[in-house]
C-alpha cells in the first residue's frame, strides 16, 4: 500500500506535520486519535477515563486493520502509542512507508507542559514520565521505522524538506510510488 505513516512520541509534531505533508503531496489525510474518536463519540481522554487505556489500544488496532481494508494512499498520522503492539507494528509496515519523528524529553516537555488531553502525560513529574516512557517506546519506534527524522531544533519547513528528500532517495517509498 502506499499510505505515508508518521509515528513518534506525543508531541513530535506528526499532526502538524501530516497535516503539512497532505498540503505539499495533495494527499487526503488522516489521524488514527481523531477517526477513533468521530467513530466513538467520545474524546481520547474520556475513552481512557471511562473504558479504560486497553480498550482504547483495542481500538487502534481494529482502525489500523480498516486502513488496511480501505487500500487507500493517505497521509497517517497515529497516536504515540501504536507502535508498542508487535501487531500494529507489522500492519503499519503492511499500510506503506513508515517516518519515525524522533524527539527529546526537553522538546515534549517545552511543546506539552501545559497540555490536559494527553492522559498518560498528567499527574506529578512528567519529565521523569516522559523520560521513562521514551526508553521504553524507542525500540518499537525504530522497528517500526523506514525512515528516521530527528525533529529537534528544526522547524516544520526543515522537517518537511527533509522528509520530501528522504522519500525520494528512500527505494521503498519509490517501489511503492511509482
Ligand atoms: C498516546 C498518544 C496520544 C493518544 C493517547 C495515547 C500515547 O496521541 O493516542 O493519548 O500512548 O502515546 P498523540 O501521540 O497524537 O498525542
Redesign the pocket.
Known amino acids: 500500500m502506499k499510505n505515508i505513516i508518521l509515528i513518534?512520541?506525543?508531541?513530535?509534531g506528526?499532526?502538524t506535520v501530516g497535516r503539512r505533508l497532505s498540503y505539499r503531496l495533495k494527499r487526503t489525510m488522516i489521524?488514527?486519535?481523531k477517526q477513533i474518536e468521530k467513530e466513538q463519540e467520545m474524546s481520547?481522554?474520556q475513552i481512557?477515563r471511562e473504558k479504560g487505556e486497553s480498550h482504547?489500544r483495542d481500538l487502534?488496532t481494529e482502525c489500523l486493520r480498516n486502513l488496511i481494508q480501505a487500500g487507500r494512499s493517505e497521509i497517517i498520522?497515529?497516536?504515540?502509542?501504536?507502535p508498542?503492539r508487535p501487531e500494529n507494528r507489522d500492519y503499519l509496515k503492511t499500510l506503506g512507508t513508515v517516518i519515525f519523528l524522533k524527539v527529546t524529553a526537553n522538546t515534549i516537555l517545552e511543546r506539552l507542559e501545559h497540555d490536559m488531553?494527553?492522559?498518560?502525560l498528567q499527574g506529578e513529574n512528567p519529565r521523569s514520565k516522559i523520560e521513562e516512557?521514551l526508553l521504553l517506546?524507542n525500540p518499537s519506534y525504530l522497528d517500526a521505522a523506514d525512515l528516521i527524522i530527528e525533529v529537534d531544533g528544526k522547524s516544520f519547513d526543515m522537517i518537511l524538506d527533509e522528509i520530501e528528500e528522504a522519500l525520494r532517495a528512500n527505494e521503498t517509498f519509490s517501489d511503492k510510488w511509482t
Do not use: H
Open positions: 513518534g512520541f506525543m508531541g513530535s506528526k499532526t489521524d488514527t486519535d481520547v481522554a481512557f482504547f487502534e498520522s497515529t497516536g504515540g502509542g501504536i508498542l488531553t494527553r492522559p498518560l516512557m517506546r
